[in-house]
């Protein structure tokens, strides 16, 4: 089976795929969604459920989704194709229709917001950013068809990435800008770290309430937010598991992306939360997107070398978003090229026209928000719930063995089994009710 379908290009090696998968992952949710998560259920003792969870999932969800790629070699309609067919089922396959459509719609959502990060780079450079007021700032580009410059720009850099293919464009984009958000995000800790008040924000991250762990939301907020932190949905990581080689070790690589994720995040918290109690802002940290758009804009303005600091943090953020935006656009690219034989450039085309056009006429923050929360809630899990199914089900213990084995020294151990069947699908199923039920 893994023999079957076409390669679309591969991945130079280990590191490559790692970072590309890292950049997945890494988006502007883990920016402002995660500190506020950590402040908010109990500082450090938030980090126990989420790091148990990170690390079970890793194992369990983000080793399947990239063995599920890699032995089909395929995006996840091919995919859920091919594993049906070895129970004989007809049909069934456009269940992958679901993973691949939510994220085709999520990136375009995300692509107008990438453009109000773009926006927020010249106004840094410029220094408009810090001498007019944020949310009259902030607003002047989430209107009605307000930021389609922008916007377009955001899908040009994206797309002219992926014109270039997997190795030449994907993994070639990932290997520069990754490390340098890293690197950016770690000056920026070690400068807020200096200013004024900061403390206050390091005690609220840090100071364990252990109580928190006796309410049931801290181990669903830790659920959450570990399955965002991870990208599972059952397309990106699936997509990016195909175009790796059957030599490299999943687990090993799983490892490896729970690791920087879980990095990633904590970089985002000890920059940005210090530096809100360092000005008394810390009323806004429950804003959402406005904390990042609006508050620290707020913050910038009364920073020593504040212009420049507002341009390294948008362009961190920049890199954080458009390794995700490409992510989010490689799978319905794929598509077109499994199913119609396309070039790569006449469906990187394709997929650049729909996502312009439908992405201009959502182009408005009041209902990109609807359009992301819908997808992000029903969408979303529904696809990494069907992945987890077709692979460590549908597919067969032995053949799951077979798959996650590849470029291992030793076999997965029987407790893999009860962890993939049964927790981490049961983890995803409880993941979906309860954002539906508690939205």
């Not at 594993?83 to 995300?110: D, E, S």
């Not at 000890?270 to 990042?292: D, N, R, T």
């Not at 962890?419 to 508690?438: E, H, M, N």
């Amino acid at each position: 089976m893994s023999s079957n379908g076409t390669a679309k290009g591969k991945f130079s090696g280990k590191v490559g795929f790692v970072l590309a998968c890292v950049g997945s992952a890494v988006g502007m949710g883990n920016i402002w969604l995660f500190p506020y998560r950590l402040g908010q259920y109990g500082g450090s003792a938030f980090l126990i459920p989420f790091v148990i969870f990170m690390v079970i999932l890793g194992c369990s969800g983000v080793v399947g989704e990239i063995a599920f790629g890699r032995a089909m070699k395929t995006g996840p309609l091919g995919a859920f194709k091919k594993a049906l067919q070895t129970r004989n089922i007809k049909h069934g396959h456009y269940l992958g229709a679901i993973p691949l459509v939510g994220c085709l719609l999520i990136g375009i959502g995300y692509s107008v917001i990438v453009g109000w990060v773009i926006k927020f780079i010249v106004g840094s450079v410029s220094g408009a950013v810090l001498h007019e007021e944020s949310v009259e700032y902030f607003q002047s580009i989430t209107g009605n068809f307000s930021s389609v410059p922008w916007h377009l720009i955001a899908l040009i850099l994206t797309f002219i990435v992926m014109f270039f293919g997997v190795s030449g464009g994907i993994e070639k984009l990932n290997k520069i800008v990754m490390p340098a958000f890293f690197i950016m995000f770690l000056l920026l800790a070690i400068f807020v770290f200096f200013t004024p008040n900061s403390l206050e924000g390091y005690v609220y991250l840090f100071k364990p309430n252990w109580e928190c762990l006796a309410n049931p939301k801290t181990w669903i907020s830790a659920l959450g937010q570990a399955f965002f932190s991870l990208s599972l949905a059952g397309s990106g990581t699936i997509i990016y598991g195909s175009y790796l080689s059957d030599k490299e070790d999943v687990v090993s690589c799983a490892k490896n992306i729970c690791f920087f994720s879980f990095i990633a995040s904590i970089l985002a918290a000890v920059v940005i939360i210090p530096a809100v109690f360092s000005f008394g802002l810390e009323s806004e940290l429950k804003s959402g997107p406005p904390l990042m758009f609006i508050t620290m804009p707020m913050i910038f303005k009364l920073l020593p070398a504040g212009q420049l600091v507002a341009v390294v943090f948008f362009l961190a953020v920049l890199f954080a978003a458009i390794t995700s935006l490409v992510n989010l656009f490689e799978a319905p690219v794929e598509f077109f090229q499994s199913r119609f034989g396309l070039s790569r450039g006449k469906s990187v085309a394709i997929i650049g026209i729909v996502a312009t056009i439908i992405g201009i006429l959502i182009e408005n923050a009041d209902v990109v928000g609807v359009w992301m929360d819908v997808l992000s809630i029903y969408i979303v899990p529904l696809g990494a719930l069907l992945a987890g199914i077709m692979f460590f089900w549908i597919c067969g213990k032995k053949f799951v063995h077979e798959q996650v084995g590849l470029g291992r020294k030793k076999p997965v151990g029987k407790f893999f089994d009860f962890t993939t069947r049964y927790v981490f699908v049961g983890l995803i199923l409880i993941t979906y009710v309860v954002s539906i039920v508690f939205n």
